[in-house]
């Protein structure tokens, strides 16, 4: 008989998604992100579509171009976040049919987006249910890196009830001493930390100059910009599909 993990893994990666894994929800710092009504699920179900790496990923020069690069990353999360809701709906209907409770938090669209979801979505990041599943750490640029495709990926998470049996959760950053993305970022906004379990996103980034700085862009791109750090990791440049 296929176990639940194997099917619901197999599932989700033949709808299209590049990563998934299962994080523990049931203990630790994390059980206390989730409201009282969410208490009763014990296991976050983390999964991510990869986007394609940019041809000149170490290329700092020329900010202008690297921020229209970003835009030019944006239009292509739409499309991979169709995707990724698509395979939501899949996943929970799998779910619902063998009985068990889920709540999907679908991607990331908008900052502006006010629906409860989005509320929730700060509660539980999607980077939170991709650590404790073991499928990456957070870089000195504050984003979720994988070791095979860095930061070139767009997550979903689902809470749910079901008997999965979880994975061994990522406790530190494996960025060690590379500081590319440090030098690239144009305000020092990275400081040069490596993140582990026990410290929080601001000690890692200085949140207030990089939003800053993404603001004097909007301006000149119509939305506030730069993802420069994003097109810093070197691991994005590699970033290949695994079969």
Known sequence: MVSLNAELKSLIRNLGADLVGFGDIS??????????????????????????????????????????????????????????????????????????????IPPVHSANDQRFIMALYNMFPHR??????????????????????GPNLVWATILTNAPIITASPQLVSLCARCDICQKACPVGAIKGINWSRDIGNDEVIDIRECEKYMETNKARFGRPVCGICFMACPLGAKTTRSE
């Open 27 to 104: 203990k630790g710092e994390e059980r206390k992100l989730l409201a009282s009504e969410l208490a009763h699920f014990t296991v976050a179900i983390s999964m991510a579509v990869r986007l394609q790496p940019y041809p000149n990923h170490r290329t700092h020069k020329k900010q202008r171009d690297d921020h229209q690069k970003t835009i030019d990353n944006m239009r292509e999360n739409e499309d991979v976040i169709q995707r990724l809701n698509m395979i939501l709906k899949k996943t929970t209907q799998k779910l619902k049919s063998y009985g068990y409770k889920y709540f999907a």
């Open 128 to 149: 939170t249910a991709a650590t404790l599943a073991g499928l990456g750490w957070i870089g000195k640029n504050g984003m979720l890196i994988n070791g095979q495709y």
